[in-house]
């Protein structure tokens, strides 16, 4: 085997792996009066971007999402389906995508300030689309909707992707010493 297609199933296999880690994470879940719970998925999120790069952090993230939509109970508390994707809770879903985007953009580019930067735009991305689904699915106001599954969670989420980013240095670090970089 040539070094391009150890190099490729490598990202292959990583990329399962976090696809897997989102999938785990997600499952420590709290649930909150609202209906969308506390969970592990932000952070998540941004340590699988954090740790492979933009495109293949997005491609996890997108697999996740794929795997639920057909039925794997990969989402919060087991569930599963585009009922879900759809329902009250699916736009914070979706908005996964941007997320693990702009944080493996921000990682991507070496600098902090960019990176600090690009993950909040990323998170604020996230939270927009779950306040807009979530207030189209509720019937809500937007203040109402924003007050009821954004506002009870931005500092853990804030402190999330924090966190995602000191752990990813450790895995990163981990990485190289297995000869397993390639971002």
């Known amino acids: 085997m040539n070094r391009n297609t150890n190099t ?16 785990v994470l997600s499952q420590f879940s709290i649930p909150m009066p609202s209906g969308t719970p506390l969970t592990l998925q932000t952070f998540a999120v941004a340590l699988t971007a954090y740790v492979l790069g ?37 736009g914070f879903l979706w908005g996964f995508l941007f997320m693990a985007a702009l944080c493996g953009l921000g990682m991507a580019s070496g600098s902090k300030i960019l990176l600090s930067v690009l993950s909040l735009l990323g998170l ?5 689309l779950g306040v807009v689904q979530f207030m189209l699915v509720m019937n809500m ?3 109402a909707a924003f007050l009821s599954v954004s506002l009870p969670y931005l500092l853990k989420d ?24 390639f971002t």
């Open 8 to 23: 490729s199933i490598q990202k292959t296999v990583l990329t399962g792996i976090f696809v897997a880690v989102l999938a």
């Open 54 to 90: 933009w495109k293949l952090g997005t491609a996890a993230t997108l697999v996740y999402l794929l795997l639920g939509a057909v039925g794997v109970p990969v989402f919060a508390n087991f569930y599963s389906g585009i009922g879900v994707l759809l329902g009250m809770t699916g």
């Open 124 to 128: 604020g991305i996230c939270h927009l």
């Open 141 to 143: 106001s937007f203040p």
């Open 158 to 181: 804030v402190l999330s992707v924090a966190a995602a980013w000191f752990a990813s240095i450790a895995v990163r670090q981990a990485m190289r010493a297995a000869s397993l970089s």
